[in-house]
């Protein structure tokens, strides 16, 4: 259950402590040479150890491409890409397989696989398995470009602090373009060095923060989609929640529309040089499962990361008496910033993967 897509699959492998992680891609068309300068500097984003408000952990995260590109061009033959593991501390993991850390996936993972269960750094189920997720993204990204297709993220809320929401019926691709050249990604600076802020108030108090985040694809086609089951909401979600911490997943207004009236979240069509649009973007460029042709708006509710130095209530699997844990080892206050290059991989793979199985020859 490690793969993600059809017609453009992704299998990711490794475990956080593993000697390495990485990524089968099957499915890029032969000739396509992707630009290796961006996909680092892509990765980087996402990268562990290069931000105050990040875990110290140190990972280079460049990718080791075994097979698949020939003198830098996809040949037909699926892509396979590793990325080292160089910086671990498993000693900081020994002992949680009796004391299972709150919030995180130990318990049902022990439960499921006993003993065998890889616990160091929380194993399969690390965010670090994200780092693959993004060399794959990246490659979307570019392929996505060459169609037209923007996709881009911004924080949208840490904890009680929110960034600036543009119109939904009215993103700049130009503004877009200027997020992804940020190293915190917020539409207002201000805004975000407030969410910084915050973040190191938690870090300092042995804590966590959570928030939204915010992506948004420009470009899209009207009607991309299937109905019930295969529209662009259901596959996205079930991609998004693939990603370590998410919490939930909602399209435009999201919950918020539960608050309003008809006439406030309907969205009106009107005619703009011979082309169908809204004036405004509630339902976030999707109904029915299809694409309307306007932005596509998708939020992800991140939760609090759930490795905090504070002491917590666990229980002794040995003894199945209640006890106490505190735990070691080096992680982020806010996952969120870091999840927001994954958060644009995901749904690059996702929407570049339901194009192909529409029209592979779409442009």
Not at 112 to 123: A, N, P, Q
Not at 154 to 175: N, Q
Request: aromatic share 6%; hydrophobic share 40%; net charge negative.
């Amino acid at each position: 259950m490690n793969t993600l897509g059809n017609k453009l699959r992704v299998t990711v492998f490794g475990q956080s402590h593993a000697a390495a992680i990485g990524c089968v891609i099957d499915g890029l068309p032969a000739g396509f040479r992707p630009d290796m300068d961006r996909v680092n500097a892509f990765m980087a984003r996402r990268a562990p150890g290069r931000t105050a408000w990040s875990t110290p952990r140190q990972e280079s995260d460049a990718p080791e491409i075994v097979s698949g590109l020939v003198d830098g061009a996809a040949c037909g033959a699926p892509v396979c890409a590793l990325i080292r593991n160089s910086d671990q501390h498993s000693k900081d993991y020994s002992g949680l397989k009796r004391t299972p850390r709150p919030s995180h996936a130990d318990y049902p993972a022990l439960v499921k696989y006993g003993d065998s269960y890889d616990v160091r750094g929380g194993g399969q189920f690390s965010g670090r398995l994200t780092a693959p997720l993004c060399f794959a993204g990246a490659l979307a990204l570019q392929l996505l470009e060459q169609r037209g297709v923007l996709i881009a993220a911004h924080i949208d809320r840490i904890a009680e602090i929110a960034d600036t929401a543009p119109d939904f019926a009215a993103v700049d691709r130009a503004d877009l373009e200027a997020l992804l050249k940020k190293p915190f990604p917020v539409f207002d600076d201000d805004a975000g060095m407030a969410m910084r802020q915050l973040i190191e108030a938690a870090r300092m108090d042995q804590d966590s923060l959570g928030g939204v985040i915010r992506c948004f694809a420009l470009g899209l086609p009207a009607g991309l989609g299937q109905p019930m089951f295969g529209g662009v909401e259901n596959r996205l979600a079930a991609a998004l929640f693939g990603i370590p911490a998410v919490r939930g997943v909602s399209f435009g207004e999201g919950f918020a529309a539960a608050g309003m009236r008809g006439s406030q979240h309907n969205d009106p069509y009107v005619t703009d040089g011979g082309t169908v649009k809204t004036k405004t973007n509630h339902a976030g460029g999707v109904l029915g499962g299809m694409t309307t042709g306007m932005p596509l708006v998708v939020n992800l509710c991140v939760k609090p990361t759930a490795s905090i130095s504070r002491e917590q209530e666990t229980v002794d699997l040995e003894t199945m008496e209640n006890t106490s844990l505190v735990i070691r080892g080096r992680h982020d206050p806010c996952i969120v910033p870091r999840a927001v290059p994954v958060a644009e991989a995901v749904t690059a793979l996702t929407l570049l993967d339901m194009i192909w199985e529409e029209n592979e020859t779409w442009s």
